[in-house]
């Protein structure tokens, strides 16, 4: 059985940190891209960043570039989203995904979300 649980939302000030976490069972992490994605209310699902199934290369949409990381761990077959800086703009459900391709147009699985809630 497929499992994709993401952790770590909250609440927290313009200018904070936070630190998502997405745990993966039921298939074989490392032949898959990971990514996050998020959707604001009233606003359809976006591609925040993603990460190659090697771990080796990263990507991000440009207004998170230079302040959010995305990370992995195949041997934990986890991967952690760190986010600074952060700004109202950033406030969102966070989904974690997996997709056999890097291009993570299409993932196969998604996890149920975590709400971000960044205040001014």
């Known amino acids: 059985q497929v499992q994709v649980v993401e952790s770590g939302g909250g609440l927290v000030q313009a200018g904070g940190s936070l630190r998502l976490s997405c745990a993966a069972s039921g298939f074989t992490f490392n032949m898959y891209a990971m990514g996050w994605f998020r959707q604001a209310p009233g606003k359809e699902r976006e591609f925040v960043a993603g990460i190659h199934r090697s771990g080796s290369f990263t990507r991000y949409t440009d207004s998170v570039r230079a302040r959010f990381i995305i990370s992995r761990d195949n041997a934990k077959s986890t991967v952690t989203l760190q986010m600074n800086s952060l700004k109202p703009e950033d406030t969102a459900v966070y989904y974690c995904?997996?997709?056999?391709?890097?291009?993570?147009?299409?993932?196969?699985?998604w996890g149920q979300g975590t709400q971000v809630t960044v205040s001014s």
């Open positions: 995904a997996a997709d056999r391709d890097y291009s993570l147009a299409r993932p196969d699985y």
